[in-house]
């Protein structure tokens, strides 16, 4: 653990968080995109297939089933919750996510550590995650009225990719051997679907204007 991967651990649980106070105090989803949350739940679903066989830390173990939890959480309340379900935005959520599933699922098969089930998973869960923010980002566009809460929460998921990313720069200088190719690309491709969005939302915050991304 170094203070980079500390940092971007503490910045995703942030952004669940926000989106949670949102969603539960507000009572609304406005905003967000339930195609991205049903891929993010995807996402940890596949990645922590260990985590009752392959015990590494507690720390470690409390944060797969926060991660776990919180994703199929939200998603249920967006799609269950009797007043929360009301303020989602169908009609403008229509990216075909689903879409983005088969090709992660074939680039995990032929391109991966170890040919296993668990590590297969493993590597289509990184590449789903690097493309799951893309249904956010489409809505975020069209709907173009963007609240403080849903801003902050896309933020902090971008801010999170980024920080882990300095804790690969810093752990492939300090630790021998350190080299995981399919990590490190699939992290990039999804810190720079954010660039868009940083270039904006730092344009509001500096500007203190009300942040909107260009249709």
């Known amino acids: 653990m170094n203070i980079f991967r500390l940092a971007g651990d503490m910045t995703h ?3 669940v968080l926000v989106l949670l106070l949102k969603i539960h105090t507000i009572k609304s989803c406005a905003g967000i995109s ?3 949350q049903e891929l993010y739940a995807i996402v940890f679903a596949t990645r922590y297939l260990d985590i009752f066989t392959n015990y590494i830390s507690l720390y470690n173990t409390i944060m797969k ?15 269950r919750h009797k007043i929360v379900r009301r303020s989602y935005d169908k009609d403008q959520d229509t990216f075909r996510h ?5 090709p992660c699922l ?10 296993t089930f668990r590590e297969v998973m493993w590597a289509f869960s990184l590449y789903l995650e690097a493309v799951a923010i893309l249904p956010q980002l489409v809505l975020l566009q ?3 009225n963007i609240d403080n809460l849903t801003g902050q929460y896309v933020f902090l998921l971008g801010a999170y990719r980024a920080f882990y990313i300095l804790n690969w720069i810093y752990r492939y200088f300090t630790e021998e051997h350190f080299v995981h190719w399919i990590t490190w690309i699939a992290g990039l491709v999804q810190t720079l679907l954010y660039a868009d969005f940083f270039y ?3 344009q509001s915050w ?7 991304l260009p249709a």
Do not use: C, D, P
Request: proline content about 0%; cysteine-free.
């Open 206 to 212: 500096k500007n203190n204007v009300k942040l909107q």
């Open 98 to 102: 689903y879409f983005l599933m088969l």
């Open 34 to 36: 339930l195609k991205t």
């Open 65 to 79: 089933l926060i991660f776990l939890g919180s994703s199929f959480s939200i998603v249920w309340y967006m799609r």
């Open 142 to 144: 069209r709907t173009r």
């Open 13 to 15: 649980l942030f952004s």
């Open 106 to 115: 074939i680039l995990a098969l032929i391109i991966n550590e170890k040919f």
């Open 200 to 202: 904006y939302y730092f």
